[in-house]
């Protein structure tokens, strides 16, 4: 199905080829709903190759790329029998969720273990045993069965983004050498995580309760890897979204049942850095938010309102590969620039810094027509 694969890429396992038919309940990429399609984090980054013309732009920097990052919330992606599954292994009980008050996270699958960062009290994370169960069996590690409960939700994520091969982030090759070698079969143990520091799994599940604290971060970076870990020795040092690059992207499946957004908080928060604007996606049930994952975002903790119950969410770490190597002409740099939004989904909304940038290339958009207009006009008047 996919031909030879490029170095590191571990493709989300499927049930098929690659098609735009045979989806369960006729599903096509059209009944996606898009409930948000957002740029954000307007900024000039170095570039490993200056791939974006910027010779127009007085005082442009050489060496740089003018860059946005995305956030798409996605309804009517994932299908009823993924969403059962991954219910099942975060263990939300449909019916104990109905019930006021229910919905606690089960204390023989969760822990009290998770921090956004050294600062903040840890929030509710998967055991490991759970996490690896849910890893190996998403996955396809030796000797496991694998599920075949996911593969419509990953053919239909495939299906959504053609032109690349959607895999899962090698947490394994993020790591600095040495950590890396000395555990060589934990490929893409969740447990995976580097102890200088840097930490990053493959995938993390999020059962937040009321009174939680859920600080800002970003995902990963491929800038902020280790120099000698197996990615960066593979694609090079790159600020995510680098055209000709793999694409770093987030998947948030929001796992709960019932949710009442009126009233039990939990939204996702993600955040334009520097202009102290950003935007938010209620966990409705079912939703998938797709980040790239540079972006600054952070959990809101359910309510008082919420009487105990826990929002519940899986994220998959993923990056998306160029399908094409784009031959003598380089990298279609139009692939980068539309990322992880569709065509048919419109132009997105940029906010903040975004914002600013889309308010000054419209602008620069008028004055030229405008100058054209007019050098037409006098050329006609001669
Ligand atoms: O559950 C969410 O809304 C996002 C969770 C998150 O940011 C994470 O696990 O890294
Ligand atoms: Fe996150």
Known sequence: MEGELPPLARPLLTNRDETTVGFADDWTPSHVKVALNLTLNAEFVPASAN???????????????AAVARVVALDGLIDK????????????????????????????????????????????????????????????????????RLDEFHARLQALYPDWIVCHMPADALRADEEASEKPDDSLDASAGGSAGFRCDAFVA???????????HVDADPSSFPDSCAWTRTYGDYVNG??????????????NSVWDEDAW????????????????????PGRVVLMDQDVTHRVSPPTRA?????????????????????????????????????????????????????AIVNAAARARRTETGAVKRDREEE
């Open 81 to 148: 029998t993924a969403l059962g599954w991954i219910r099942e292994h975060l263990g939300v009980d449909i019916e104990d969720e109905r019930r006021h008050g229910g919905a606690k996270p089960r204390e023989s699958l969760w822990e009290r273990k998770t921090a956004d960062d050294d600062l903040a009290e840890p929030t509710y994370g998967l055991r490991k045993e759970s996490m690896d169960r849910l890893v190996r069996t998403m996955m396809h590690r030796e000797g496991v069965e694998p599920t075949t």
């Open 242 to 255: 680098e055209p000709g690059k793999p694409l770093f992207v987030s998947a948030v499946v929001y796992a």
């Open 51 to 65: 791939v974006r013309d910027l010779s127009s732009l007085p005082g442009a920097p050489s060496g740089c790329r």
């Open 306 to 358: 919420a009487n105990g119950r826990a929002r519940y969410s899986l994220v998959y770490k993923l990056v998306f590969f160029p399908r094409a190597k784009g031959g003598a002409a380089g990298p279609d740099a139009s692939l980068w620039e539309r990322g992880i939004a569709r065509a048919e989904w419109g132009p997105p909304s940029p906010i903040g810094s975004a914002a600013k940038l889309a």
């Open 206 to 216: 999020n059962a937040a309760v009321h009174g939680d604290e859920y600080r800002w």
């Open 265 to 284: 908080g939990g939204e996702t928060h993600f955040m334009d850095v520097g202009s102290g604007v950003g935007a938010l996606v209620c966990p409705r």
